[in-house]
């Protein structure tokens, strides 16, 4: 696909102007490549992930915690051997915080929700919009009829890659 496509693609379905966010939202980090064929994704943009994004030739990297902010951030230290690993590499980096916690289908707060209500097989979740950040929903607050035992919160946790001893709760 299109590099500018895409990304205006995303700009759009990820609604990155309509949150308020400290974070710089969108492109961060542009390359020389007109198609991107291969993306790679992530929380943050560590200089292992870059190194690992060099060595499987991806075109483009989509970070949550993305490099830039509404600070300036001065370009130094590890902040500085990222962007330019990335640079050297023609790798583009698309960085996307509160739009993408706030999104209602590819959001990590709601895939959390689905993945609750699917895990516990709910009848007649209530779902509300929770955690506002300048007036707006970043994430899902779910409550339901059902009892959920601290041995399956357990279980449900591991499956997600959370663990957490219940039990002694």
Known sequence: MKKV???KYMNEFLKITEITDVSKNGLQVDSDAIEIKKIGYAVDASVYLIDRAIREKVDMLIIHHGEF???VNPVVGLHFERIKRLIQNNICMYGVHLPLDAHPIVGNNAILVKEF???????????EKFGFYHGESIGYALSCKEKIDSKQLSSFCKKIGIVYDFHNF
């Open 5 to 7: 496509d895409l990304v």
């Open 117 to 127: 209500v699917n895990f516990f097989k709910l009848k007649n979740p209530k779902i």
């Open 69 to 71: 902010r509404d600070m």
